[in-house]
């Protein structure tokens, strides 16, 4: 098993950053992909972003492209996106994933194994 704890959601006016992580412990995973997704209000939940472990090859939604960046801390088992030029059409819970599949196309990242509780994002206008 894996256990993913995501931190540093909040409040952000428009046009703000913010980084969000994303702590993985339990079993080694060098092999797994990780990623983010975000569910807003009356939605459903949506691919944003996906890092392949091994390698760091990374894979974007087209509407966080050139603003969100994915990385990742090998020695720390932390998944990092680095949220800039943020939209209130940004403001959704986002969600840590690990595991699964991940394609340069989309759907990019699917089937995943695993899901941290998510945290929430606000962006004021």
């Known amino acids: 098993q894996i256990q993913l704890v995501e931190s540093g959601g909040g409040l952000v006016q428009a046009g703000g950053s913010l980084r969000l992580s994303c702590a993985a412990s339990g079993r080694t995973f060098s092999s797994y992909a990780m990623g983010w997704f975000r569910q807003a209000p009356g939605k459903e939940r949506e691919f944003v972003a996906a890092i392949i472990w091994t390698g760091g090859s990374t894979f974007y939604a087209d509407h966080v492209k050139g603003r969100f960046t994915i990385s990742r801390d090998t020695a720390k088992n932390t998944v990092y996106l680095q949220m800039n030029s943020l939209k209130p059409e940004d403001t959704a819970v986002y969600y840590c994933?690990?595991?699964?599949?991940?394609?340069?196309?989309?759907?990019?990242?699917?089937?995943?194994?695993?899901w941290g509780k998510g945290t929430l994002v606000t962006v004021s206008s």
């Open positions: 994933a690990a595991g699964g599949t991940v394609q340069p196309r989309p759907p990019y990242y699917y089937d995943i194994d695993y």
